[in-house]
């Protein structure tokens, strides 16, 4: 898949969509459409459509971001090691776009134990998949 250029990106998503999504930057906690959201289907990369993560993965952390306990299998997801902030985390990011997701954390419920803690607003949903 070819990538866009910023200014593509910039007039086809939202200021928060492109702020979280090309600048790495996170939605405030408990303000993002899917934190609270428990429809049946897929979340896709609000950047280039590719499907990321199930409804069935989802789980309520109490964080105020989505979370997950597993991609969808086959996602491109990357991991990469984030040393912002003072602390040591790993950044979620679309492999597909380079698109910044969010986190992943190891606290996260059985099977996996982990919570992908990921932004509303890098994120489409698609009941129909």
Same mark, same amino acid.
């Given at each position: 898949?070819? $990538? $866009?250029?910023?200014?593509?990106?910039?007039?086809?998503?939202?200021?928060?969509?492109?702020?979280?999504?090309?600048?790495?930057?996170?939605?405030?906690?408990?303000?993002?459409?899917? *934190?609270?959201? *428990?429809?049946?289907?897929?979340?896709?990369?609000?950047?280039?459509?590719?499907?990321? #993560?199930?409804?069935? !993965?989802?789980? /309520? !952390?109490?964080?105020? *971001?989505?979370? #997950?306990?597993?991609? $969808?299998?086959?996602?491109?997801?990357?991991?990469?090691? /984030?040393?912002?902030?003072?602390?040591?985390?790993?950044? @979620?990011?679309? $492999?597909?776009?380079?698109?910044?997701?969010?986190? @992943?954390?190891?606290?996260?419920?059985?099977?996996?134990?982990?919570?992908?803690?990921?932004?509303?607003?890098?994120?489409? #949903?698609?009941?129909?998949?």
């Amino acid at each position: 898949m070819s $990538k $866009k250029l910023n200014e593509q990106y910039k007039a086809e998503l939202s200021p928060i969509e492109y702020a979280v999504t090309r600048e790495a930057a996170t939605e405030r906690p408990f303000t993002g459409k899917y *934190w609270d959201f *428990w429809s049946k289907g897929t979340y896709h990369c609000i950047c280039c459509g590719t499907p990321l #993560f199930e409804s069935e !993965a989802k789980f /309520d !952390a109490g964080c105020g *971001w989505p979370s #997950f306990f597993v991609p $969808k299998e086959h996602a491109p997801i990357e991991e990469i090691r /984030d040393n912002s902030h003072g602390m040591i985390r790993t950044e @979620v990011r679309c $492999k597909s776009c380079d698109a910044h997701l969010g986190h @992943v954390f190891e606290d996260g419920p059985e099977p996996t134990g982990l919570r992908y803690c990921i932004n509303s607003a890098s994120l489409k #949903f698609d009941s129909n998949d």
